[in-house]
Nanobody
Framework: QVQLVESGGGLVQAGGSLRLSCAASGGTLRINDMGWYRQAPGKQRELVASIPIISRTFYADSVKGRFTISRDNARNTVYLQMNSLKAEDTAVYYC????????WGQGTQVTVSS
């Protein structure tokens, strides 16, 4: 059973930066297409960035140019570097595969104050 643990969230002022980490235990992430998702209060969970094994990374229009997804296969970890944060980025952030999802982790709260 793969367990995903997200970390790195927090409270930051608009314009600031955070780096989120997603560590996996019980399985390897390097053979999977992985993504970062977020869910804001009252909204559906949305994919904000993905890093496939093959082909190019994907970014939602709302984060393009500000967020960077990467992976460290040796550490079995996926990262999300978030720069120029905006109030509308406030959400709980999760990582998971792009399909046939693992059990969702607890996520990490990102709060951006304006």
């Amino acid at each position: 059973q793969v367990q995903l643990v997200e970390s790195g969230g927090g409270l930051v002022q608009a314009g600031g930066s955070l780096r989120l980490s997603c560590a996996a235990s019980g399985g390897t992430l390097r053979i999977n297409d992985m993504g970062w998702y977020r869910q804001a209060p009252g909204k559906q969970r949305e994919l904000v960035a993905s890093i496939p094994i093959i082909s190019r990374t994907f970014y939602a229009d709302s984060v393009k140019g500000r967020f960077t997804i990467s992976r460290d296969n040796a550490r079995n970890t996926v990262y999300l570097q978030m720069n120029s944060l905006k109030a509308e980025d406030t959400a709980v952030y999760y990582c998971n595969k792009l399909s046939s999802f693992y059990t969702w982790g607890q996520g990490t709260q990102v709060t951006v104050s304006s």
